[in-house]
């Protein structure tokens, strides 16, 4: 007999991300030996103690750091990308129906804190990696393509009028 599949979204759920996400997975052993409290202190500076709370410091490195590891080229797709990918919500901590912050929100922190604590960021994210030996060091490698030319050698040539 033929099976059907009948879905129906159910009210409450038993779901765990930590048991879905295996042990092997690149963002659940990321999230393992990225300590990233420091930031907390690191950019403390850049918030007042009154209003809205804004996004949590750790939070947006961690999407930030997604968006460079999965070579995403914008906040919406950073959040929409995230919003999809259970690994990636273990590893910024978020539940399967916690909202996500709004891209506009990427931007904004962005550009509050500067380039020198994105800097300071990568460099200690390196080498946490180093330390853990993620990261060797003993090969170098480059991504280029050799691409031939669409151009006509016609364009170069001195034309007279």
Partial sequence: MQGKKQYQEKLFTN?????????????????????LQWLYKTTKKYYGSEGQSSIDP???????????????GSDRRI?????????????????IDEPLSRHSTLS?????????????FFRKVLSLRIDKKMV???????????VQANASMEVYKERKY
């Fill in 15 to 35: 779901f765990h991300l930590s048991e879905r996400i295996p042990q092997e997975n690149f963002y659940r052993r990321l999230k393992e030996i990225l300590p």
């Fill in 108 to 120: 904004r922190t962005r550009q509050l804190y500067g380039e020198d604590v994105f800097k300071d």
């Fill in 58 to 72: 750790v939070v947006f490195f961690k999407l930030m750091l997604i968006g460079y590891l999965e070579n995403l």
């Fill in 136 to 146: 060797a060091g003993k090969r170098q490698a480059m991504d280029s393509a050799y």
């Fill in 79 to 95: 959040i929409s990308t995230v919003s999809m990918r259970l690994d990636m919500l273990f590893f910024i901590g978020y539940d």
